[in-house]
């Protein structure tokens, strides 16, 4: 069992060990590095499932919870942005414009 | 990437169900929360390397911040709803919603800090979204809107569901896609442990 603290503290760790350069690993290893790690996770999580009967007979009712879930999540990130999408698109516009309109100043 | 993800796990099963001797079951704790952490140091040295992000945010404004903002308070809504009318408690529902698709991380942390059932129906929901995710985007850029198309794909627009994205928009949205998907991926690893520990 594992709580946040910890969680955190090796995300920010990581963050700033990258941000800094402390390790000069290349990113391809550290890509590789990850998906090695993952596969291992999965593979120990899956295990834990296949050997929980109680679970593996539930997997169709979670499916079905699943795809719901999923949904709602949709619908409901959709809604909010579109909500504000005028507004962003304004937004994004004008600072475009005055990016380009600081760099035409630049020039003169 | 995601068919070895899902082997992994179906490969998972079969060796827990077929092969491991119930006595070492128990011991794949300490596997799954070592590479767990491995994970995530990985994870958090990829975000703090990526300088890019933060030069792209600039020249766009600050204001390109609330669609994902929007999103992931979309997203938490919308699992919390479903979760009220399947009978979920909202810890795991919202729990379940902060993971933005990106099922590997979200399911694993949920299953490493609360129970493997959750985090199974973790996995199984945001897996459904990054597939949902490449059905609804040409709908929404059609019928909703140009920035909406990047709410569906959550976390998952900095990558697998990019291309997507900009094939049904432009290649001036593969920019706000990039660093939606940026936010929201860094947004997971705080916010499920959070959801996941609230008791009501």
Request: aromatic share 8%.
């Given at each position: ?8 503290i ?8 990258g ?90 | 990437?995601?068919w ?91 729990a ?28 199984m ?33 900095m ?42």
């Amino acid at each position: 069992m594992i709580k946040i603290a910890p969680v955190l503290i090796v995300v920010v760790l990581g963050v700033l060990m990258g941000h800094f350069n402390l390790l000069s690993i290349h990113p391809k290893n550290i890509a590789k590095f990850t998906t090695f790690c993952l596969i291992i996770m999965l593979l120990a999580m899956g295990a834990q499932l296949g050997a929980n009967e109680k679970l593996l007979l539930d997997l169709d009712r979670l499916g079905y919870q699943a795809l719901l879930l999923a949904l709602g999540s949709i619908i409901g990130s959709v809604f909010m942005v579109r909500l504000a999408e005028k507004y962003i698109s304004r937004q994004l516009r004008e600072s475009r414009e005055k990016a380009a309109k600081n760099q035409t100043c630049h020039k003169i | 990437m995601t068919w070895i993800i899902l082997g992994a796990v179906v490969l998972g099963i079969a060796l827990g169900h077929w092969v491991i001797p119930a006595q070492y079951i128990q011991q794949l704790d300490y596997v799954t929360t070592t590479s767990l952490y491995l994970l995530l140091l990985a994870i958090g040295i990829d975000l703090g390397r990526q300088k890019e992000v933060w030069v792209r945010l600039w020249n766009m404004g600050w204001k390109v911040l609330l669609i994902p903002v929007l999103v992931a308070v979309g997203s938490l809504a919308g699992a919390v709803v479903t979760g009220l009318f399947i009978g979920l408690p909202f810890n795991e529902s919202s729990a379940i919603g902060a993971g933005f698709g990106w099922y590997s991380l979200s399911g694993i942390l949920i299953a490493e800090i609360y129970n493997v059932e959750t985090g199974t129906l973790a996995f199984m929901t945001n897996v459904a979204r990054e597939l949902l995710t490449f059905i609804t985007v040409p709908l929404v850029a059609r019928y909703i809107g140009r920035l909406s198309t990047v709410a569906p794909g959550g976390a998952t627009t900095m990558d697998t569901t990019l291309p997507v994205v900009t094939q049904a928009t432009d290649s001036d949205m593969a920019v706000v896609a990039f660093i939606n998907g940026s936010i929201l991926t860094a947004l997971v690893p705080v916010l499920v442990p959070f959801f996941i520990n609230i008791k009501l």
